[in-house]
């Protein structure tokens, strides 16, 4: 498994786990979730223009 595509699964994880946080109305710790999850698909997202 290459790096970008583990990054992605991470930010996959993260994402889901501050949509679950936000059902419960757990506001600020599906925030903190949301937002390293969003870090880590613009960091995926980098990594992966940057070697083409």
């Known amino acids: ?21 936000a059902t419960k109305h757990e506001w600020l710790i599906a925030a903190v979730f949301i937002i390293i999850g969003v870090i880590y698909v613009i960091k995926g997202v980098n990594r992966g223009s940057s070697k083409k």
């Open 1 to 21: 498994m290459n790096r970008i595509t583990f990054t992605l699964i991470i930010a996959t994880i993260f994402t889901v786990a501050g949509i679950t946080f």
